[in-house]
Nanobody, 118 residues
Framework: QVHLAESGGGLAQAGGSLRLSCAASGRTFSITVMGWYRQAPGEQRELVATINSGGSTNYADSVKGRFTISRDNAKNTMYLQMNSLKPEDTAVYYC????????????WGQGTQVTVSS
């Protein structure tokens, strides 16, 4: 079992910055890929960025050059630095991880609200 807890959401103005954190606990040794997803009202949940245990990253086109995902394996914490925020970045942001024990498990955090005002 892995537990994920997001923090750092809130209100920002367009052009501003926010930093999200995701703290993992439990069987963290089993975590491989971690990622951030977001869901805006009335929309489907979408991928924002992922990072694997080796530090390789992947970003959605909509956030490339503005968002940076990082991971501190010693602290079992993942981050999302969000710069040059746009109103369309407004969504609930979810932390996600894939954990491999005898098989692959997917875990989600509870989500944190990010609101960007124009």
């Amino acid at each position: 079992q892995v537990h994920l807890a997001e923090s750092g959401g809130g209100l920002a103005q367009a052009g501003g910055s926010l930093r999200l954190s995701c703290a993992a606990s439990g069987r963290t040794f089993s975590i491989t890929v971690m990622g951030w997803y977001r869901q805006a009202p009335g929309e489907q949940r979408e991928l924002v960025a992922t990072i694997n245990s080796g530090g390789s990253t992947n970003y959605a086109d909509s956030v490339k050059g503005r968002f940076t995902i990082s991971r501190d394996n010693a602290k079992n914490t993942m981050y999302l630095q969000m710069n040059s925020l746009k109103p369309e970045d407004t969504a609930v942001y979810y932390c996600n991880c894939n954990a491999v024990l005898h098989r692959s498990y997917i875990y989600w955090g509870q989500g944190t609200q990010v609101t960007v005002s124009s």
